[in-house]
């Protein structure tokens, strides 16, 4: 199993730009911690991690092309945005170049963009590593964050959502780099919101 995943490290290395790879390693290493927190298999959280961004060094434009090629679905929204896309190849690819079949990595790859209500425990770990592994660039309440993901996971998820639509709410058409929001990141910030203030009402 570790020979796989080194197997693949070193793909990715000759794939991948250099700031991109190491973020993908900074997110392996954080899913692998969270796994070991939350006691789901490291393996598992670390084969995700390490392919969550394996279709990320594409053109909006090239993205599009190269799903419609695979049979992809693309809404309307990702049409607009392409760089969402890179979530649904990156998990087409993890199956057909890199050659893995676990339908739960291959979700959590899926899903490590825009969120979506209810993810599994591998889902909400590989979306929250993706936002708070080490080399990632100062964001508002970053440290609340990770410290959280420790603490409370759904709290970490909600909190990533809040901080995505930049504290608008469920109403929030663009996120806080002027991109238009995937519906699934609104369902997602309604769902953990609940969850919140199920949590923190008095």
């Keep these: 199993m570790c020979d796989d995943i080194q197997k693949i490290q070193s793909k990715l290395k000759t794939k991948l730009t250099e700031k991109r790879y190491i973020h993908t390693l900074g997110v392996q290493y954080t899913s692998a911690a969270l796994a070991?927190?939350?006691?789901?298999?490291?393996?598992?959280?670390?084969?995700?991690?390490?392919?969550h961004d394996c279709a990320k060094n594409y053109s909006n434009e090239e993205l599009i092309k190269r799903c419609q090629k695979n049979g992809i679905d693309i809404t309307d929204v990702e049409l607009r945005n392409g760089f969402l896309l890179h979530?649904?190849?990156?998990?087409?690819?993890?199956?057909?170049?890199?050659?893995?079949?676990?339908?739960e990595i291959l979700s959590a790859i899926r899903w490590h963009t825009t969120g979506k209500p209810g993810m599994s425990t591998l889902e909400a770990i590989v979306f929250t590593a993706d936002y708070i592994e080490p080399s990632r660039k100062p964001l508002p309440n970053l440290d609340d964050i990770r410290n959280m993901a420790y603490i409370d996971l759904d709290e970490a998820v909600y909190m990533i959502?809040?901080?995505?639509?930049?504290?608008?709410?469920?109403?929030?058409?663009t996120d806080n780099k002027g991109r238009e929001i995937d519906n699934n990141t609104v369902e997602a910030y309604i769902y953990y919101k609940k969850i919140h203030n199920s949590k923190f009402s008095l």
């Design 161 to 173: 959502l809040d901080s995505t639509l930049n504290y608008l709410g469920s109403e929030a058409k």
């Design 36 to 51: 070991m927190r939350y006691r789901i298999s490291i393996f598992d959280a670390s084969m995700a991690g390490l392919l």
């Design 87 to 103: 979530a649904k190849l990156g998990s087409y690819y993890a199956k057909s170049k890199y050659g893995v079949y676990n339908e």
